[in-house]
T-cell receptor, first 114, second 114 residues
Framework: AQSVTQLDSHVSVSEGTPVLLRCNYS??????LFWYVQHPNKGLQLLLK??????LVKGINGFEAEFKKSETSFHLTKPSAHMSDAAEYFC????????????FGKGTKLSVKP | ETGVTQTPRHLVMGMTNKKSLKCEQH?????MYWYKQSAKKPLELMFV???????ENNSVPSRFSPECPNSSHLFLHLHTLQPEDSALYLC?????????????FGPGTRLLVL
């Protein structure tokens, strides 16, 4: 079965320290992978996407993610957290090339302490 | 971002009311989507429209009725809703070509059913 798992429902970091949000997927196909961010009372904003080009993908606001096929992972990282990064982050997988066949993770809430 | 707009942003309705959610995309896309985001649950795809034709209905109750009059507009008509229908309803759009296209989301309508 195709699925996506975000391993942490809540991550708390101090401002200026690195961020790691973990995501694993299960698929028999080669998927397209996305990270979206949702700030309070806002819609989903695309951070970055992987579509079978370079395995290290750079996104907006200093975030990046690395696709590791052997580990079926697509973890999101940022070297130094900023207060404005506090939000909920969703790992999303598009399977099989079918339109609309997006699978969302349950989300990871990132808190940033001053 | 104004690529995908949704109105109203907030809606409170009784169980006997009839209301409609509106979504408009200004990106020239040919596909539009309705999602439901409930607390502590992954996003759920409700409906997909491709070239104004409904191509997917994920077992959504008939009290939710979508309408797509053209490729830029999408409505979700609501009637006799239940309190458990309270959620954030997100609209998205994409340009379908190969099936790996990014979906762009609106800010959502936060619905409360009393």
């Amino acid at each position: 079965a195709q699925s996506v798992t975000q391993l942490d429902s809540h991550v708390s970091v101090s401002e200026g320290t690195p961020v790691l949000l973990r995501c694993n997927y299960s698929s028999s196909y080669s998927p397209s992978l996305f990270w979206y961010v949702q700030h309070p009372n806002k819609g989903l904003q695309l951070l970055l996407k992987y579509t079978s080009a370079a395995t290290l993908v750079k996104g907006i606001n200093g975030f990046e993610a690395e696709f590791k096929k052997s580990e079926t992972s697509f973890h999101l990282t940022k070297p130094s957290a900023h207060m404005s990064d506090a939000a909920e982050y969703f790992c999303v997988v598009l399977f099989g090339g079918s339109q609309g066949n997006l699978i969302f993770g349950k989300g990871t809430k990132l808190s940033v302490k001053p | 971002e104004t690529g995908v707009t949704q109105t109203p942003r907030h809606l409170v309705m009784g169980m006997t009311n009839k209301k409609s959610l509106k979504c408009e995309q200004h990106l020239g896309h040919n596909a539009m989507y309705w999602y439901k985001q409930s607390a502590k649950k992954p996003l759920e795809l409700m409906f997909v429209y491709n070239f104004k034709e409904q191509t997917e209905n994920n077992s959504v109750p008939s009290r939710f009725s979508p309408e797509c009059p053209n490729s830029s507009h999408l409505f979700l008509h609501l009637h006799t809703l239940q309190p458990e229908d309270s959620a954030l309803y997100l609209c998205a759009s994409s340009q379908v070509l190969s099936g790996k296209e990014t979906q762009y989301f609106g800010p959502g309508t936060r619905l409360l059913v009393l």
